[in-house]
């Protein structure tokens, strides 16, 4: 059993940065592909982005490639988000998940077996 706390949310303008961490409870972090969701306003839940166990691979979507950047400390059994260049589309309640092994399918909700509670990220225009 994992639990996951996320953390880091808040207002920020259009162009600002926000860094989300999200703590892991339990053993064998390392283990774990960790990824970042969200859920804007009436839509569904899309991926964001994923990093492998040792923190040797990362994904993105295309969406946030080149803003935004995944990494984590196996040491803290934390991972984080930090996202630049914010803009109103990124508006969304951001979620962390884990799932137990690699999957090919990092980028698909149904792959993670634990997920955390959110933190609401809201970017002013």
């Known amino acids: 059993q994992v639990q996951l706390v996320e953390s880091g949310g808040g207002l920020v303008q259009a162009g600002g940065s926000l860094r989300l961490s999200c703590a892991a409870a339990?053993?064998?972090?390392?283990?774990?592909?960790m990824g970042w969701f969200r859920q804007g306003p009436g839509k569904e839940r899309e991926f964001v982005a994923a990093?492998?166990?040792?923190?040797?691979?990362?994904y993105y979507a295309d969406s946030v490639k080149d803003r935004f950047t995944i990494s984590r400390d196996n040491a803290k059994n934390t991972v984080y988000l930090h996202m630049n260049s914010l803009n109103p589309k990124d508006t969304a309640v951001y979620f962390c998940?884990?799932?137990?092994?690699?999957?090919?399918?990092?980028?698909?909700?149904?792959?993670?077996?634990?997920w955390g509670q959110g933190t609401q990220v809201t970017v002013s225009s």
């Open positions: 998940a884990a799932r137990r092994g690699y999957s090919t399918n990092y980028y698909q909700t149904a792959s993670y077996d634990y």
């Open positions: 339990g053993r064998t972090f390392s283990y774990y592909l």
């Open positions: 990093i492998s166990g040792s923190g040797g691979s990362t």
